[in-house]
Each structure stands twice: as structure tokens, then as C-alpha cells.
């Protein structure tokens, strides 16, 4: 079943120039029926938001920063969330900021039974993305769209894409995720291995390494081993994992 979503913005929080990756990110998981956006929309800084919001059908919400140094948004942002728990109107959640904020309202949301997708910058603190289900770095967006204008323009000269290294760290954790699944002989389904990553992680994602998929990733770092089998139930093949045996290394 599709996921109905509400989608909320933090204004104040999010650069605006990647809206349209965002809305487009979000579609994938569920159908965004309730977008809106938080702001103090007398401020300048947000004006270039603003041209935006018909095109995306996001609703703006106004609301005045009352005190200075204070943010006003988060609590409009959290109130109209509770309200629209309570409504039953939706059954999922995509919270848009890089603010550790909204921390609890994200582990509240969850506590109810909702599913939690966080969108934010890579400065998000931890608190925040362990929070929810899943937590998508808005930086990835930003490289997709510029892989995008490099395929349009074939430009060698555009903009570097910058990805993170794949680390020992991430070689064990996918590794312990593995060896988790395995069945007896050490194999593990693929599909189940990403959904324990996510659980694991929620900011795990294969984009973060320049891969789109799972598969590519796991086949660059050459530790692990790769199974395709038949599918019973359909035409593509089901893709098994396994850690490879480090003793036969050297025979």
C-alpha cells in the first residue's frame, strides 16, 4: 500500500535551490498528500522560495519570529505534525531540516506507529537521523542533479561531485549485517541485507558512495561475494550476499 505522506518543511533550515530533487526523492516512498512549509515569509532570505511553492504545490505557512535568536518555526512545525497524527490522515511522515529540533517530534511520530523520512544537510546532528526510519542527505540530491546536467551537456568542466569514501567502518557494517542474515552456508538475501542496513543506520545509502544501487557498492569494495538465482516468482534474478572466506586467501 502506498504510503500517504505529510510532508514539512523547515524554511528557515533548508536550501531552497533543490526542491524540485526533493519533491521527486519523496515520491519514491510514499504519496505526499499534505506539503507545507514554515516560515517567516516577510524575511528576505526566503523570497527565493517563494517561486517555488506554486510549482511544487506547497502550501507556505506563516509564522513571525515573536522573539530574536529564538525559532518560531519549530514549534509551528511541531504543533500542526501533532495535529495531523491525530487527524489520521496520513500514515507517514517526511520531516525537512537539519535541525536536532526536531528529535523527539520525529521519535514521537514514531512511537505512534507512523513511518519517519528525514531529509536534511550533512551537518544534521546524529540525534536527529537516528530519529527516523530513514534520513536522506539533501547533498545527494545535489549530485544527482548535476550527474544529470553532465549527461545533458557532456561538460567535463561542470561541477565535482564530492562522495564520501568507503571506509573500514562501513566494510564492517556491512560485513556484521551479513553475517546477521546469513543462512547456514553464509549466504544473505540482498533485500533483506539493505533493510537491515537501514535499520541500522538510517542514513545509510548507497548514493552517499557514488553508487545508485546496493549491488555496485558491495561489488566495488571486492569483500564480498555475489549470487544471482532464479526467482520463482518473477523474471528477474534474486541477488545473495556473502562475506568472503578471508582462509582462502591464501590457498
Known sequence: MDLKLAVLIDGDNIPYAYVKEMMEEIAKYGNPTIKRIYGDWTNPKLTKWKSLLL?????????????????????AMIIDAMDILYSEKVNGFCLVSSDSDFTRLATRLREAGMKVFGIGEKKTPNPFIVACDKFIYIEILKNLSVENELEV???????????????????KLISSTISDLADDDGWAYLGDVGNLLQKKQPN?????????????LIKSTKKFEIEHRENPKGRFKLIYVKNKDKSKKHS
Open 55 to 75: 510549482e511544487n504545490a506547497i502550501t507556505p505557512i506563516q509564522q513571525y519570529g515573536y522573539t530574536v535568536g529564538k525559532n518560531a518555526t519549530d514549534s
Open 153 to 171: 551537456t557532456k561538460s567535463k568542466s561542470s561541477q565535482k561531485i564530492n562522495i564520501d569514501k568507503i571506509t573500514p567502518k562501513v566494510i
Open 204 to 216: 545509510f545509502d548507497s548514493r552517499n558512495y557514488g553508487f545508485q544501487k546496493l549491488t555496485p
